[in-house]
């Protein structure tokens, strides 16, 4: 058997043994630290986010020149101020507190875990590390932009009819790296952001947990790459036979 395939096939092996084992046994942490002066309220929007205009029009009804009924509309316009905004996960402190949020209509009373939230920070308060975050996510597109031209070549070539089979062998499995390569570069970038937003952006009560980015990544890489070594082995055994003919 080809060396490469050998390898490939164990790595790939491996992956999906720890994915079944770490979902197996996966425990999720939550954080034990309490924050003095943690509070989640429900408020009128503050002056550093923005501002609302609440317009009141009247309208009264008249039958045959007599006032009949007024009513009364109430309509906001609401104006935000420039914001940086970052949708991120977010965790309870389950062990740090004993708060929890309820929501209650028409007397049925909900407990709210929320697992994702948009959170707004005014511009002044963290421009140049949201500058960072975002460069941080353009070097995430590299390996696309490179798979991308991979695709390219290839539609280019079945185009033309150039349709060698070393050649895109060779492109698949490079396109298998740059996958593998971008399931590493997504983590290291998104455990770096978790890292700084963790640094300008809290919620009370709540703390921002690293998630890993998807498996499939890597095993889609790594079976890319599987059948990117069958193809040179169906190749060399043709080539073989032709041969011996």
């Known amino acids: ?92 402190n389950r062990f740090g507190n004993d708060k929890f949020l309820y929501s209650n209509v028409k007397g049925q009373t909900c407990m709210v875990e929320m697992q994702q939230v948009k959170l707004k920070v005014p511009m002044e308060k963290g421009s140049n590390t949201f500058n960072i975050i975002f460069a941080l996510s353009i070097c995430m597109l590299l390996p696309y932009l490179w798979l991308l031209v991979i695709v390219l070549k290839v539609i280019r070539s079945i185009y033309k009819g150039e349709v060698f089979l070393t050649q895109i062998a060779k492109r698949l499995e490079t396109a298998g790296w740059l996958l593998v390569a971008y399931w590493l570069l997504a983590n290291v970038v998104s455990y770096i952001q978790i890292l700084i937003l963790r640094e300008i952006v809290m919620m009370a009560y709540y703390h921002i947990p690293w998630e890993s980015t998807s498996i499939y990544y890597i095993v889609f890489g790594l079976v890319l790459m599987i059948i990117s070594q069958i193809i040179l082995m169906g190749k060399d055994l043709k080539e073989e036979q032709e041969l011996t003919i």
């Open 1 to 92: 058997m080809n060396k490469r395939l050998k390898i490939y096939s164990v790595l790939l092996a491996i992956v999906l043994v720890g994915t079944v084992i770490s979902n197996t046994y996966y425990r999720e942490k939550y954080s034990t630290v309490t924050r003095e002066g943690e509070v989640l309220t429900l408020d009128s929007l503050t002056e550093e986010f923005g501002k609302v205009d609440k317009k009141i029009t009247v309208h009264v009804d008249t039958i045959d020149g007599k006032r009949d009924t007024i009513g009364i509309t109430t309509s906001y316009n609401t104006q935000f101020k420039p914001a940086f905004e970052v949708t991120i996960p977010v965790r309870p």
